[in-house]
């Protein structure tokens, strides 16, 4: 299809308009408090690419309703993505930027506006005839400029006596934008010399006269101006119901801002009731203070921290609900019905995706603080200060505090994220100790049937920071076990005794790596919404954009088949091959408001889930059927954390200061790892040759016989 004037686009089916009088416009097109003018949009920063800073040529639309020139947009495509730069949508361009749709909204404004830029202009009709004449008016419906003289032959003429020849001056005023810009037309693509005034709806294509008596003429097709008519009220509704999910967002964003203050006020209280405290005690009691304000400080970090990305996130969606608005209503107040048409799709599946938006709720939550020390004699019984954290059960019996041990307990992750440690153990040589010696926690329970075998720990020689393991995984048939350090930004390597091997290092990334698991030859890390795939030797395969948001994304592999990602809020998991390909995805069956954290995958394809949000275990088939949902009301678990697998299907799973068995059928479970010293909790864990391997917050990987 051809717009007189230049732009083409390849052939294929789309829906935009034809062309109408003014007279014809429909009431709802009128203008409105909200609508724009076709002055307005006549104007070079409207109709200015926000790449190259220059007019548009060829403009190109994206689905998220953002235009750029074809030549812009060409560079920017990487294997079959381009990334829009002003909202970050990614969309699938398989026939490169050629293949997006082209704007004839601002391509038929821009026709406008460089007529009206050209000051010098000539008679078209004596320029026929080897003439210069300076024009000074315009026929509206030959498109001709007109000197004076055959300005007055034309009104004459018996064939352009009706014609509309209008005073140049007031042409580029813009006195006539509004007829000038209802007489353009598109011309069709295999009938060059025929408009296109019909609109086939059994192709959903807009068709000229003579392919309506052709190709289409055992369709249904109407009018471009009735097709535009059915079509108006659907977009009008869209925009409306658009305006309510800006409302939502605005209220939302309010409550967050009232939240933030809330936190920040209530925090700056206990900050000041612990600092009077302290002002009268000895040193060692100040170091006690400093312990306790760092935890609380942690906490109230990572809480504005999800506040403050909550905001932005609220932000960023209400700016694309404005845009698409806007966009949409200039759309419908300026644009012909062939252009409406055009983008009505586009439009209704840009309003849907925001629509469907549904941001987290996040409550401002505030530490109780308690005083455990009310009398200078109790100095050494018991740590100085303590939280009870919203979510966490109260603990009466807090671990005793000698002086010279400056080990604290950690506050663990109450985010549900995996993120570091604030446990200040001290750090020690590399060494493996025998099932003689002791742990450094007591693992005894009436309910225990796990044995203590072993512990080790990193070299420091290779450790530049405290570690913070983040990820756990066991190489099959060799029994080496890799944990993923992300405070050093590497993969530890060590044998199936924990002797320590060496180091893989991770590939570039800019954020933080979380999540680790080894499938067939391939090792397999995420990075926010990345997926890496490496050889066990580290070299890097390939990188894959996840689905989702989220800030870290749990990993587990079923075999060598595929590597299942756990993604968050969105309450389901999609599968990748080692050879890049997204080869499924499970969603649970009606299930909603959740938020998956840790995945393992059993020998029978059975999935299992760790609900950071409901605190509970979800298990299902790859189909989507949830076969069992392990909860706190029925079960030994209170708030559930890392999860993996054995051969036998059991389920082991990391709650607090405690590690509990399920087997199959079995949805009480029991203890088979329990720290009463409470001192450092357990992190992530993995089954490998009849061992159960778990890393503790210090860094500290124990060994146990199952």
């Known amino acids: 299809m051809t717009s007189r004037g230049g732009s083409r686009e390849p052939g294929g089916r789309g829906r935009f308009g034809g062309d109408i009088s003014p007279s014809a416009l429909p009431e709802s097109s009128m203008a409105t408090p909200n609508s724009t003018s076709l002055q307005d949009l006549i104007r070079e920063d409207f109709l200015t690419c926000k790449i190259c800073y220059d007019l548009y040529v060829v403009p190109k639309i994206l689905p998220c309703l953002h ?42 404004l821009l026709e406008l506006f460089q007529m009206k830029c050209n000051k010098d202009l000539k008679c078209t009709i004596c320029s026929n005839v080897q003439k210069v004449m300076a024009a000074t008016s315009r026929c509206l419906d030959c498109k001709d400029f007109l000197c004076q003289m055959c300005s007055q032959g034309h009104c004459c003429s018996r064939l352009t006596l009706h014609h509309k020849v209008v005073n140049l001056e007031e042409f580029l005023a813009g006195n006539y934008d509004s007829e000038v810009r209802f007489l353009q037309e598109l011309y069709c693509q295999s009938h060059p010399q025929e408009a296109l005034h019909f609109f086939c709806d059994t192709c959903s294509v807009p068709i000229c006269r003579d392919c309506r008596m052709l190709d289409h003429f055992q369709h249904k097709a109407v009018s471009m101006a009735s097709a535009v008519q059915r079509e108006r009220p659907s977009v009008e509704e869209l925009i409306r119901n658009l305006q309510e999910t800006i409302t939502s967002i605005s209220q939302q964003e309010k409550a967050l801002e009232e939240a933030m203050h809330k936190l920040k006020a209530e925090g700056e209280c206990i900050k000041d009731q612990i600092c009077r405290y302290v002002e009268d005690i000895t040193t060692y009691i100040f170091a006690q203070k400093e312990s306790a304000l760092a935890k609380l400080n942690g906490f109230l970090t990572r809480q504005m921290e999800q506040f403050c990305l909550s905001q932005k996130e609220l932000q960023l969606q209400k700016d694309k609900a404005t845009s698409t608005q ?32 549904r941001p987290q709720q996040l409550q401002s939550q505030t530490p109780e603080l308690s005083i455990a020390w009310d009398e200078p004699q109790q100095l050494y019984k018991a740590p100085l200060f303590s939280f009870v954290f919203p979510g966490e059960p109260s603990r009466e019996d807090e671990p005793h505090l000698e002086p010279g041990n400056e080990s604290f307990t950690s506050l663990g992750d109450e985010s549900g994220e995996i993120t570091a440690s604030l446990s200040d153990s001290d750090e020690n040589s590399s060494s493996v100790s025998d099932s003689s010696t002791e742990s450094s926690s007591s693992y005894t329970d009436g309910q225990s049937k796990a044995e203590y075998n072993y512990s080790f720990e990193g070299d420091p020689s290779y450790t530049k920071e405290k570690p913070n393991i983040t990820g756990i995984a066991a190489v099959p048939h060799t029994g080496q076990i890799l944990l993923l350090d992300q405070a050093n930004d590497e993969i530890k390597q060590y044998s199936s005794y924990g002797q320590f091997q060496g180091v893989i290092p991770l590939p570039s990334s800019n954020s933080a790596f979380c999540g680790i698991s080894v499938c067939g030859e391939s090792l397999a890390c995420s990075s926010e919404s990345h997926l890496f795939f490496l050889t066990l030797d580290g070299l890097f395969l390939r990188k894959l954009q996840m689905r989702g948001s989220e800030s870290s994304y749990a990993l587990a592999s079923y075999q060598d088949s595929y590597v299942a990602v756990s993604e968050g809020t969105l309450c389901s998991i999609s599968l990748y091959s080692p050879s890049g390909w997204c080869v499924g ?70 709650d607090q200061f405690k590690v509990i068995q399920f087997s199959p059928g079995d949805e009480t479970g029991k203890v088979v790892v329990n720290d009463h010293s409470m001192v450092q909790r357990p992190r992530v864990l993995v089954i490998s040759n009849d061992n159960l391997i778990l890393v503790r917050e210090d860094g500290i990987t124990d060994v146990y016989y199952l």
């Not at 920017?76 to 704007?103: F, H, M, W, Y």
């Not at 209503?329 to 644009?335: A, E």
């Open 67 to 108: 235009s750029y020139c074809l030549g812009c947009l060409d560079p920017l495509v990487e294997n079959g993505i381009v990334q829009c730069p002003e909202c970050r949508l990614q969309i699938d361009v398989p026939g490169g930027a050629a293949s997006l749709k082209t704007n004839f909204f601002i391509n038929g």
């Open 326 to 357: 806007e966009f949409s209503q200039r759309i419908l107040c300026v644009g012909k019905d062939y252009e409406i048409l055009y983008l009505e799709g586009l439009i209704r599946s840009r309003v849907e995706e925001l629509q469907a938006y």
């Open 585 to 654: 995805r499970v969603q649970p069956n009606n299930y909603h408001g959740g938020k998956f954290l840790f995945i393992a995958v059993n020998s029978w394809e059975e999935f299992v889930v760790s609900d950071f949000i409901k605190k509970q275990i979800v298990i299902m088939q790859k189909s989507g059927l949830v076969l069992n949902v392990l909860k706190p009301s029925t079960s030994l678990l209170t708030k559930p954390f890392s999860v993996c697998v054995d051969e036998d299907r059991d389920i082991f799973v990391v």
